[in-house]
């Protein structure tokens, strides 16, 4: 047991001292203090940076790190084989070593991960005669280490913990005491339990007092907390449901979006524009008719992300191939091409053609071949068609029908007449 604690001793040491030395802490506030160190990278709030190599340090950034050294102050890190030192941040661990004082970490890969761990007083090294270092919040003087149990019993009964956000409609919080001015509290051996509301997630759980860590079920449990301090909570949100996904169409459709969240709004545009910028709410199902992209995004209070939903719609245009009047006895006639015109931002995909109706046997297809049309284009190669040889003097229809990957039809009626 005593070398168990004599080597967790130097692991927080040596942590606390590679710490101190690049300044990589968060300011005690919550906000980010500005660093500038040669050979060390600096990932500010809400950059992305891949590490292979560097020593990086992390200010509520996003690091993917191959092989280099991260100190994370509250930001998220993959880690895929290199070291991390977390200090209340999230990390998804794939086989490597992580530092953790106070984070979430999800090990993925079976990695190494030191967690913060009590610790009992390290007597004199036989060897050298001297005691160790004693840690923080840990005393040299034995008559103060004997004092240490009656400190204890000066301990308030409760410590305020602030919330940073209003996440009353994000996730429910059990555990947290309400007092009678509004504020929360939490006893120093008391637990409070972190459950997110459907269709969200939760990214970040970073705080000032105590520790934050993550259950097998996907719960975050706030815990060990030693004085009054912050709890600040991030979130991401799904995209709104939607129930007609992006494709070609034949005819008017109509899309109809859903929140995830109860309680919360929808923005969206038509116009390819960013729903956040120049959204309008959505109340009701939005009629398509024509070519167009949809973007879509939740409107949400409080620190929650959004995916933007994007859709394109395409109604490509089919035009009527055209026949002059013969006379019987006519010869043999051409191919006329068939136009296939799509508007719309995005690839129209046909499956294949066909003709029906009555007089389908009437008409000669040059290919029954389905294919594709690129945004903005007008194909008049693909397909072509004709009246069929020595037909009788009357009139002839047939419907032709180009059917898409979508399983629409696009429809266009064929006329030829042959007089006597």
């Keep these: 047991m005593k070398r168990r604690n004599l080597e967790c001793t130097v692991l927080i040491l040596a942590l606390l001292l590679s710490l101190l030395s690049v300044s990589a802490f968060a300011a005690p506030d919550g ?21 292979d190599g560097e020593t990086v340090i992390n200010n509520f950034g996003t690091v993917y790190n191959n092989g280099g050294t991260v100190y994370n102050n509250g930001g998220t890190v993959y880690n895929n084989g290199g070291t991390v030192y977390n200090n209340g941040g999230i990390v998804h661990n794939n086989g ?25 007083p390290v007597e004199p090294s036989a060897d050298e005669g001297e005691a160790a270092p004693a840690m923080a919040g ?11 149990p009656e400190q204890e019993e000066d301990k308030p009964e409760l410590y305020h913990i602030e919330l ?12 947290l005491l309400l007092q009678p001015d509004g504020t929360y509290a939490l006893p ?23 520790r934050c860590t993550m259950g097998s079920n996907g719960e975050v449990v706030l815990s060990d907390v030693d004085r009054s301090g912050r709890l600040t909570l991030k979130f991401k949100a799904e995209p709104p449901y939607h129930n ?56 949400v209070e409080g620190s929650v992300k959004c995916d933007i939903l994007e859709l394109n719609y395409l109604f490509p245009e089919l035009e009527e191939p055209e026949f002059e009047d013969e006379r019987e006895g006519y010869d043999s006639m051409g191919f006329r091409p068939i136009r296939l015109i799509n508007t719309g931002a995005g690839t129209v995909k046909v499956k294949s053609v066909s003709l029906h109706g009555l007089g389908k046997d009437c008409f000669v297809l040059n290919t029954t071949k389905g294919g594709s049309v690129a945004s903005g284009q007008i194909d008049s190669t693909s ?38």
């Design 164 to 175: 940073t956000g209003d996440y009353s409609k994000l996730a429910r919080i059990d555990g």
């Design 244 to 299: 007609l996904p992006s494709g070609s169409y034949g005819s008017e459709q109509r899309l109809s979006l859903a929140s995830p969240i109860e309680g919360s709004r929808i923005l969206y545009t038509t116009d390819g524009t960013s729903p956040l910028e120049n959204g309008r709410e959505y109340k009701k199902p939005i009629e398509l008719e024509r070519s167009l992209t949809v973007k879509a995004v939740l409107d």
């Design 188 to 210: 120093p051996d008391g637990r409070a339990v972190i459950r997110v509301n459907e269709g969200l997630e939760l990214t970040d759980a970073i705080t000032t007092a105590g």
């Design 31 to 51: 906000e980010k203090s500005p660093l500038s160190m040669e050979n060390v990278i600096i990932n500010d709030f809400d950059s992305t940076y891949y590490n």
């Design 383 to 420: 397909w072509s068609i004709r009246p069929a040889d020595g037909l009788k003097a009357g009139e002839y229809e047939a419907n032709l029908v180009f059917t898409l990957d979508t399983g629409d039809l696009l429809i266009e009626e064929v006329e030829f007449e042959v007089r006597k």
């Design 96 to 120: 490597a070593e992580v530092y953790n004082n106070g984070g979430i970490v999800h090990n993925n890969g079976d990695g190494i991960v030191h967690e913060p761990c009590d610790h009992e």
């Design 138 to 148: 840990q005393s040299e003087d034995p008559a103060e280490a004997e004092a240490l």
